[in-house]
């Protein structure tokens, strides 16, 4: 519904009722699907890149794009390096939103408040809007920016609005959502806003035939827009496209604006933005800024002509350099002669002077001085926040007397103490009878990190003299920002007081605690660093662990590198290529986890890489879920074995190269997340002396912190018996989690420090555990059909006289040659009878016939695929003579049921253990004798009476010796009722199997299914059941 409501701002059209026409009704729409339903409709980079791909090959005027996130470095990365390539190389105008995660600065969305050549849209509400759409019982009675817009400047000193446009509509969405219009809000419906104006004004050019560029329709937009006051929220102003279409007319030289754009840089980037205590306490000194020409071609694909060459010779401008507004603290040159090359200048800030908690604002502005009418034809923002410092005494600030109107903003900028990283934040609401909604946004920026790992926000509302307060975690010695909005639609003047104050208590040595098992504890320190003050903690930290994460390494033989198809393949015939990635892993129990590649997390727009998109299969290649490297996606898995795909794409071979040969040829690594509940809380010492004496633990009482005092904290660590049983070994794994002081008053809801624990030695229990499973295994396998059974021995075991070494040499011979009847199916039992005829002692021995039913049944199922029905029924009848002449006869059953029905005594004495395990060697040949006599009766093509009564006989059988649940009957069962026509208890019998089986094992239960469903001739289930197996057992893996 997103996309259709953007389209029909931009482009609707009805006849019959011109009312709801879009801004541009006569526009041509190209709709192309960035959002990756895997992703809950998450944008990807490949889907980004295939778009402006499709763009361009359809040559479009304009892009609107109302999508985006936060980034860490504004105009970086691959996305943000072709959106510019597509202006600048294609002549295509880029429109974009600016974002909705206002109202704090600094808050731009990329791409299209952090990309240079795009055009940043921010939304504002009119009070015709306010009546008209949100049926407000009275207008504000002005223009104003909406809350939630995003504001500038970038921290690179761009500042990233550029326009302003109007930020809601009511108008078509899809006929799913069963209703006609919608009436939705951001920056996402002030983008198509701006685009479909915009679509009008090239109407208009491309009718005269007045000739334009991207740069130039973006100095017409700017230099014509209605200015406000918040130059952060609405760039240059709201959009006058009117007034834009006659600002390109009156140009005096149109061609010189329109192929040669003019950027300048310098300082931080793209402007310069000042904003910590140290950094505007003195003058800058000479910053170097260069003025870059850059000349545009057609739109077209054509090489570089003669007229192209001869624009660049004949470029010629004389610049006059003014900042708008005027300021004192900048100086600079004021002319600057510019021909086609790059010129520099130096510029001098001096900030010292300027008022404390407010922030400044100019643009240095380069005009024309042939055509000064013509507006700035480039600008260089810079930006100045001078901070508050605090009250050193009581680290805290009050503000009386506040008050607010609809959707005004205050703003104050603190130093935050040294020695601080907690901040208490309180606002009362003074007036009688009016609620206040009110946007609270705090934060401090980061060089290289997004606004939102430093953010606290919250929308309150605040009821009539009642007050609100909230803790956060602050940095010392760094800017904080403290915005508080009112609601832009909340009538009425209210009065409000707020303040603010400052508290320590660091964990010590650093943010992060890190754990070794192998040490079984760690020391941390409690720490008051903020000076003349007195923290009081109640209670003992709390350890939330979060995860298990255990590291993966790509398989080497499944991970390679390819080249794309024709639709993945850019301008100028450049070849992209993608690495697939193959990570295998087990789950010995159900587990949920998240994905996570720690080299590219958190990276979009600003990856060099066209980010790492995943997939998570089963054994059988069904598809369970995906994820991308910028938000947390889980997957519910089942026990059994998994494989996780990872694509990774990029225009340059060696690039990906080299995440194949990461970390010394063993690959990029790959981070899976089990979520874990319930393990151990640690306990806590004061000195190491009663860690290891396991005594004085530090009770929940209160831990008094004077100024420069430090308490230190012995932690136990968590024992490696008690992580979750959910990966075949925790050696390489660790825990991750945070550490929070539930009953303190001010960190209860602060996560105070991550905390991770390593497990980096093998587990001292590993190899009972290895004997344990090896005989358990033994164990089961004693239940299976025995050939040759384990050589007896005396009692003793220790003898030593020859008659008994040469009776275990033949003993153990005979065993041999028994095991090897199974193997010879073509021997047409030869070795068999030569046993024999040469022991006659072997006449009576239970494990050669056994060995022989084997080979008797390993013949039918080479041959059956061939077979007639009269010559399988023959090998059939020939199996079930032998079984009931010579098998059955020499066990004798009625020994078997008197043992196991009479008490036996528990007594350890041996030679009752050695009856004990013989009579159980016994049972378990009767029971195998059964079933395999009850499958070949089940297989014969014929099933007449007789046969249905021998078989309802072995059922009861087998009663007498086995659970009937026991997995060994199933196939008999499954046969057995089959025959009966007891189709409900073959469907309960199956879906038993296919939920108890591996993943891998399923496949043989859901076709079993699948017959069952035909054979009942239930067409619907038959139906459904195919679709389930080709769901779960694709031939491939589903495509990237």
């Keep these: 519904s997103h996309g259709t409501h953007v389209g029909a701002i931009c482009a609707a059209y009805f006849e019959e009722s011109c009312e709801e026409n879009g801004i541009a009704p006569g526009a041509q729409l190209l709709s192309i699907n960035i959002g990756d339903h895997r992703l809950s409709t998450m944008e990807t980079i490949p889907s980004l890149v295939r778009a402006i791909k499709y763009c361009i090959d359809y040559k479009v005027d304009i892009i609107n794009m109302s999508y985006g996130e936060d980034c860490h470095?504004?105009?970086?990365?691959?996305?943000?390096?072709?959106?510019?390539?597509?202006?600048?190389?294609?002549?295509?105008?880029?429109?974009?939103?600016?974002?909705?995660?206002?109202?704090?600065?600094?808050?731009?969305?990329?791409?299209?408040?952090?990309?240079?050549?795009?055009?940043?849209?921010?939304?504002?509400?009119?009070?015709?809007?306010?009546?008209?759409?949100?049926?407000?019982?009275?207008?504000?009675?002005?223009?104003?920016?909406?809350?939630?817009?995003?504001?500038?400047?970038?921290?690179?000193?761009?500042?990233?609005?550029?326009?302003?446009?109007?930020?809601?509509?009511?108008?078509?969405?899809?006929?799913?959502?069963?209703?006609?219009r919608q009436l939705m809000n951001g920056t996402s419906m002030a983008s198509p806003n701006a685009a479909g104006c915009i679509a009008l004004l090239l109407s208009a050019l491309k009718q005269e035939e007045i000739e334009y560029s991207p740069p130039l329709i973006r100095l017409a937009l700017m230099n014509t827009a209605q200015k406000l006051d918040d130059e952060f929220s609405v760039g240059a102003g709201l959009i006058q496209i009117h007034k834009a279409l006659d600002y390109i007319r009156s140009l005096v030289k149109p061609s010189l604006i329109s192929k040669i754009q003019l950027d300048i840089t310098g300082g931080q980037g793209r402007g310069i933005y000042l904003r910590e205590f140290d950094q505007v306490q003195t003058s800058s000194g000479d910053i170097r800024l260069t003025i870059k020409t850059k000349y545009l071609p057609k739109k077209t694909d054509q090489l570089v002509t003669y007229e192209d060459q001869e624009v660049k010779i004949k470029f010629a401008c004389r610049l006059s350099l003014i900042c708008d507004p005027p300021v004192s603290y900048v100086q600079h040159g004021k002319f600057l002669d510019l021909a086609y090359n790059d010129r520099t200048f130096d510029i001098r800030i001096d900030p010292s002077h300027l008022k404390e908690d407010q922030v400044h604002f100019t643009e240095l502005q380069a005009f024309d001085t042939n055509q000064i009418n013509a507006g700035p034809l480039a600008r260089f923002p810079v930006t100045i926040i001078k901070p508050l410092s605090v009250n050193s005494q009581t680290h805290s600030l009050d503000f009386h007397d506040q008050t607010f109107k609809a959707g005004q903003i205050r703003r104050h900028f603190l130093q935050v103490p040294s020695g601080a990283n907690i901040a208490a934040f309180k606002i009362t609401n003074h007036s009688s009878d009016i609620s206040a909604q009110i946007n609270l946004h705090f934060i401090q920026l980061e060089s290289g990190r997004s606004f939102r790992l430093t953010e606290f926000e919250k929308l309150i509302r605040l009821s009539p003299h009642s007050t609100f307060q909230c803790y956060f975690n602050v940095q010392d010695k760094r800017t904080l920002e403290l915005c508080l909005a009112r609601w832009w639609s909340s009538l009425a003047i209210i009065e409000t007081s707020y303040s603010i104050e400052f508290h320590s208590i660091f964990i010590s040595p650093s943010i992060s605690i890190h754990l070794r098992s192998s040490q079984s504890y760690e020391r941390f320190v409690l720490e008051n660093r903020l000076n003349n003050t007195y923290e009081d903690i109640n209670g003992l930290p709390i350890i939330n662990w979060k995860y298990l994460v255990q590291t993966l390494r790509p398989n080497k033989d499944e991970s390679k590198i390819q080249v794309l198809s024709k639709r993945d393949c850019l301008t100028e015939q450049r070849q992209i290529y993608q690495l697939i990635l193959t990570y295998n892993f087990t789950l010995l129990k159900a587990s949920e986890i998240q994905v996570q590649c720690p080299y590219l997390h958190e990276f979009l727009y600003d990856n060099e890489y066209e980010a790492a998109l995943w997939m998570c299969f089963d054994a059988n290649k069904q598809y369970l879920g995906a994820g991308d490297v910028m938000k947390d996606y889980s997957v519910k898995l089942e026990k059994g074995d998994f494989i996780i795909r990872m694509q990774i794409r990029h225009d340059k071979y060696d690039l990906l190269e080299r995440l194949l040969k990461d970390n010394g040829g063993t690959g990029l690594a790959l981070h899976i997340e089990h979520k874990v509940n319930g393990l151990p809380t640690p306990d806590f010492y004061h000195s190491l002396d009663a860690l290891h004496t396991q005594k004085k633990k530090i009770q929940a009482s209160s831990i008094k912190l004077q100024w420069g005092h430090q308490v230190p904290i012995f932690m136990t660590t968590v024992p490696e018996d008690k992580l979750p049983k959910v990966i075949n070994s925790t050696t390489g794994t660790f825990l991750f989690g945070t550490m929070t002081f539930p009953k303190n008053e001010k960190m209860k809801k602060l996560e105070m420090n991550t905390i991770y624990q390593y497990f980096t030695e093998p587990s001292s229990s590993s190899s009972l555990s290895t004997s344990k499973k090896s005989s358990s295994s033994s164990a089961s396998n004693t239940n299976k059909k025995q050939a040759n059974p384990p050589v007896t021995t005396t009692d003793e075991g220790t003898s030593n006289s020859p008659s008994q070494k040469d009776q275990q040499y033949q003993e153990a011979l005979r065993d041999l040659k028994i095991s090897w009847i199974p193997k010879l199916i073509d021997d047409q039992g030869k070795l068999y009878e030569d046993l024999i005829s040469e022991q006659q002692d072997l006449i009576n021995y239970v494990p050669l016939y056994i060995a022989r039913l084997q080979q008797l049944e390993n013949q039918l199922k080479q041959q059956q695929s061939y077979l007639t029905n009269e010559k399988k029924d023959e090998k059939l009848n020939e199996i079930i003579k032998f079984i009931q002449d010579k098998l059955l006869s020499l066990i004798d059953e009625d020994i078997i049921l008197k043992f196991f029905g009479q008490k036996n005594s528990s007594s350890n004495d041996k030679e009752i253990q050695l009856i004990k395990t013989d009579m159980e060697k016994r049972r378990n040949w009767l029971i195998d004798i059964n079933i395999s006599l009850g499958m070949s009766l089940c297989d014969l093509s014929t099933i007449n009476n007789d046969t249905l009564i021998h078989l309802t006989n072995i059922y009861k059988n087998l009663q007498k010796h086995i659970d009937i649940n026991d997995g060994k009957l199933t196939n008999f069962l499954y046969k057995y009722n089959l025959i009966k026509k007891s189709y409900g208890r073959v469907w309960k019998l199956l879906l038993k199997q296919i939920e108890e089986k591996s993943s891998l094992q399923q496949q043989e239960y859901d076709n079993k299914l699948l017959q069952l469903y035909q054979t009942m001739n239930m067409k619907y289930l038959v139906t459904y059941q195919e679709r389930l197996i080709i769901a779960k057992y694709p031939p491939t893996y589903v495509l990237f």
Excluded at 142 to 167: H, K, N
Aim: aromatic residues 8%; negative net charge; proline residues 7%.
């Design 73 to 180: 470095i504004p105009n970086s990365g691959r996305a943000q390096e072709l959106f510019n390539e597509a202006v600048e190389k294609h002549g295509i105008i880029f429109v974009s939103s600016a974002g909705n995660n206002g109202p704090a600065l600094s808050t731009n969305g990329a791409p299209g408040a952090t990309c240079t050549n795009l055009i940043g849209v921010g939304g504002y509400v009119t009070p015709e809007m306010q009546l008209a759409e949100y049926a407000l019982r009275e207008s504000t009675g002005c223009t104003t920016p909406f809350t939630w817009s995003s504001r500038g400047p970038c921290s690179d000193g761009w500042l990233g609005v550029c326009i302003s446009a109007p930020g809601a509509a009511i108008t078509s969405v899809p006929q799913f959502n069963l209703c006609q």
